[in-house]
């Protein structure tokens, strides 16, 4: 599976300017289905920032906000295998349709990538580790 998300992050990202989200992950136990952006690919020595959207089967509510998707940049650091937000914002309707409802460009506290999670997975192709 991991081989299959890193070829196809590959393909799409040797493309000049290609971008479609590419399906990483729909075994949430939210009911979350998990998209990453690969033209948004963005690598500095052994940081790598990228874009990856969420979108839910069921209305989330955060601090008093309900939303069915959120797109959020991140930063993956290769090295000490950690990661941060680095801003979201959340939409009223699946796939980013309906209305903005919040939005948030405060960057996160690097946090350890958890294995087996799908920061995991998405930090293992971007990082290029088996």
Not at 13 to 40: C, I, L, M, Q
Not at 112 to 125: L, M, Q
Request: net charge positive.
């Amino acid at each position: 599976m991991l081989r299959l998300i890193f070829f196809t992050l590959l393909v799409l990202n040797s493309g000049a300017a290609y971008a479609a989200w590419v399906k990483v992950s729909d075994r949430d136990e939210a009911g979350k289905t998990v998209y990453v952006d690969p033209a948004t690919i963005r690598r500095n020595s052994n940081l790598v920032k990228m874009w990856q959207f969420y979108d839910y089967k069921t209305v989330q509510t955060v601090g008093g906000v309900r939303f069915l998707s959120n797109k959020e940049e991140w930063e993956f650091d290769c090295v000490e295998e950690r990661s941060r937000s680095l801003g979201l914002k959340e939409f009223s309707g699946n796939m980013g349709s309906g209305t903005v409802v919040y939005t948030n460009s405060q960057v996160g506290k690097w946090l350890p990538v958890v294995p087996g999670s799908i920061g995991h997975t998405v930090w293992k192709v971007v990082c290029k580790k088996d």
